[in-house]
């Protein structure tokens, strides 16, 4: 009897233990949604903060000629020239600087590296953000680079009769040389690299019995490449639909944006279409970052300009109409800014927006700093790292 009573306590332990976890990991459930639900109001709070004016936290005197061209650089600015390239933090600190001779610079930049090539001529400078530049010289006409985040670069070349697909390491080598017939496979319209320089997209045009043919083909340096014929692991005609821009929006997504319609596809390592769409308005701007695409449209309303930002999958989730007659648009973070000669408008992807002003002197250039409250303003005489301040 004795034993019974104790298997009978030892089964009530049991079950009295087993319903005590139960109600602790519950209690313990509820408070991660709870202090989730309560971190994620907070910081859409905080995103979602009205600002009405500035605060300049440090200034510097521009002293550059006027072809000058400023980027943003990590959370500093690169700015260019015909006579070289130098990198500066927001305070206007140096980080690195490169003389070189160019009569047309063009640009490119992925996470710390920069590459910096002379269009029409055969020069190209990579700077791999600690001070180093190696040169590449090439044997035909530049017509665009562009610069993976260890240093590749790919560049479109003009030769005659042919065209050329060229990837640079930092070294100089040439681990990649593509080549198309102008006659056979058309004219290069754009170009764009992976940010691993391991997939690589093409959009080309031909004409054909007095008929436009546009095409978009996927290339891919990569194991899975090996495979198949000249590294090509996808391709989609457009028809009669110009290409002139495609994207690597991250490293597994491309975008390629037609003057009728656009699409997004995803390419780990083959591409697959993810989401296409007809456009029935002009396209003025094309804008995009590793998140979101969007597209600034010629509107009919009272305000002439529609922006229309998606996710990745083809969802709307912002869409705004303004007069602004804006000289820049780009997506920063989760918001979208606008600027103009004196006018910056920025608005949250919510739709709110989160900062108008007007300024006195004419803007140059506005570029994000922290993606919150920090950006950094050129205009004609000075450089400003400055802070948004709220209402």
């Not at 061209?69 to 980080?95: F, P, Q």
């Not at 029409?120 to 090439?138: A, R």
């Not at 391991?198 to 004409?207: A, G, M």
Request: with cysteine.
């Amino acid at each position: 009897m004795a034993i019974e009573l104790e298997k009978r306590d030892l089964r009530s332990y049991e079950l009295r233990k087993r319903k005590h976890k139960q109600v602790i990991t519950a209690i313990t459930i509820v408070a991660i949604i709870i202090s989730l639900g309560l971190i994620g109001f907070f910081v859409k709070l905080f995103l979602n903060k009205n600002y009405s004016k500035y605060e300049v936290l440090h200034s510097m005197e521009r002293s550059d000629t006027s072809f000058s061209r400023y980027e943003s650089y990590g959370s500093g600015i690169l700015k260019y020239s015909k006579d070289g390239a130098m990198a500066m933090d927001g305070a206007g600190n140096l980080l690195w600087n490169g003389p070189f001779e160019m009569k047309d610079p063009i640009v490119d930049i992925t996470g710390k590296y920069v590459a910096l090539a002379d269009r029409g001529y055969d020069t190209i400078h990579i700077f791999n953000g600690n001070g180093g530049m190696e040169t590449v010289n090439t044997n035909n006409r530049i017509i665009k680079i562009e610069v993976a985040n260890q240093g590749v670069v790919a560049a479109l070349l003009d030769g005659p009769d042919v065209n050329y697909i060229q990837l640079y390491t930092e070294e100089g080598s040439m681990p990649v040389d593509i080549r198309t017939l102008n006659e056979k496979d058309g004219y290069p319209v754009d170009i764009a690299l992976s940010q691993d320089g391991r997939k690589l997209v093409t959009s080309y045009v031909s004409i054909l019995n007095g008929v436009t043919q546009s095409k978009v083909t996927f290339y891919n340096f990569g194991g899975v490449g090996q495979n198949y014929i000249g590294k090509v692991v996808g391709g989609f005609d457009f028809g009669q639909t110009i290409v002139p821009d495609v994207d690597f929006i991250n490293n597994d997504t491309v975008c390629a944006f037609g003057d009728d319609k656009f699409s997004i596809y995803s390419m780990k390592e083959k591409p697959e279409l993810v989401y296409e769409e007809k456009l029935s308005a002009e396209v003025k701007s094309i804008i995009h970052s590793e998140k979101y695409v969007g597209l600034v449209l010629n509107n009919d309303g009272e305000e002439k300009n529609r922006i229309v930002i998606y996710d990745l999958k083809g969802k709307v989730i912002f869409n705004e109409t303004t007069n602004l007659d804006y000289n820049k648009i780009f997506i920063s973070g989760d918001e979208v800014i606008a600027y103009s000669d004196n006018e910056w408008n920025i608005w949250n992807l919510s739709g709110s927006k989160k900062f108008h002003y007007t300024f006195d002197a004419n803007i140059s250039y506005i570029l994000p700093v922290n993606n919150v409250d920090k950006y950094i303003l050129v205009d004609d005489t000075s450089i400003n790292e400055i802070k948004l301040l709220e209402n």
